[in-house]
């Protein structure tokens, strides 16, 4: 399974050209594609016209929506960021901590656009899909 970060959804939704963007649109079709909760609240928030909320919506819900709450998670996410803390590295937002997070939990690849997770592939070893 791929998990699709938010920042290559944005610019995915939005048709923007990147090798990120390019690699989903030939891959799709071809692989386990899926999305945690987190990343569908990131993208659907961000859209200001009702009638494309639902639009995209009902688009990312033809994937797997995969729910990332829980004390596992959140004692696992908070772990990892004291661990870069801890070599010298911040990551700089917590939803980002904890979807790469429960990508390390759950053995998921993530296709993302996000130099915060470049940390987690590094130092942690996150399965990252590299376009």
């Given at each position: 399974?791929?998990?699709?970060?938010?920042?290559?959804w944005i610019d995915y939704l939005s048709g923007i050209p990147n090798a990120e963007t390019e690699w989903l649109d030939r891959e799709m079709p071809l692989q386990r594609i899926g999305l945690t909760d987190m990343i569908l609240c990131e993208v659907l928030q961000?859209?200001?016209?009702?009638?494309?909320?639902?639009?995209?919506?009902?688009?990312?819900?033809?994937?797997?929506?995969?729910?990332?709450?829980?004390?596992?998670?959140?004692?696992?996410?908070?772990?990892?960021?004291?661990?870069?803390?801890?070599?010298?590295?911040?990551?700089?937002?917590?939803?980002?901590?904890?979807?790469?997070?429960?990508?390390?939990?759950?053995?998921?690849?993530?296709?993302?656009?996000?130099?915060?997770?470049?940390?987690?592939?590094?130092?942690?070893?996150?399965?990252?899909?590299?376009?």
């Amino acid at each position: 399974m791929v998990i699709v970060d938010t920042t290559v959804w944005i610019d995915y939704l939005s048709g923007i050209p990147n090798a990120e963007t390019e690699w989903l649109d030939r891959e799709m079709p071809l692989q386990r594609i899926g999305l945690t909760d987190m990343i569908l609240c990131e993208v659907l928030q961000g859209i200001r016209d009702t009638s494309e909320v639902r639009r995209i919506r009902d688009q990312l819900l033809t994937f797997e929506v995969f729910s990332t709450g829980g004390a596992e998670n959140a004692i696992a996410a908070a772990a990892n960021y004291r661990t870069l803390r801890h070599r010298g590295y911040t990551v700089r937002k917590t939803i980002d901590c904890w979807i790469a997070t429960f990508c390390l939990l759950t053995g998921n690849r993530l296709l993302h656009r996000d130099r915060d997770f470049d940390l987690f592939e590094r130092v942690l070893g996150l399965q990252v899909v590299h376009s």
